[in-house]
Nanobody
Framework: QVQLTESGGGSVQDGGSLRLSCAAS????????MGWFRQAPGKEREFVAL????????LYADSVKGRFTISRDNPKNIMYLQMNSLKADDTAVYYC???????????????WGQGTQVTVAS
């Protein structure tokens, strides 16, 4: 079981930026896919972005496309989410997760971080 630790959350004004980090306790495998999900109060957990660790293929939710960028640092086993042009609707707890399938379905992700709060003030 891999341990995932998020960091980088906080409070920003509308239009601001934040960068989230997710450190994995072990080196991702060739089939590893890592993703970012978020959950706002009273809402279901939703997909934000994912990256295939080997190869770097990426996928984004329509709501964040063009504003958020997912990336990874191979030697450090860290995944990032650069979030620009933040809006109040982006306010949520953000989770990183680990899977072996290239999918946006959160049920397929076997390991999760504890989450980090992002609050955007309008």
């Amino acid at each position: 079981q891999v341990q995932l630790t998020e960091s980088g959350g906080g409070s920003v004004q509308d239009g601001g930026s934040l960068r989230l980090s997710c450190a994995a306790s072990q080196r991702p495998y060739s089939r590893t896919v890592m993703g970012w999900f978020r959950q706002a109060p009273g809402k279901e957990r939703e997909f934000v972005a994912l990256i295939r660790w080997h190869g770097g293929s990426q996928l984004y939710a329509d709501s964040v496309k063009g504003r958020f960028t997912i990336s990874r640092d191979n030697p450090k086993n860290i995944m990032y989410l650069q979030m620009n042009s933040l809006k109040a609707d982006d306010t949520a707890v953000y989770y990183c997760a680990w899977a072996t399938q290239y999918t946006t379905d959160h049920a397929a992700y076997s390991d999760w971080g504890q989450g980090t709060q992002v609050t955007v003030a309008s």
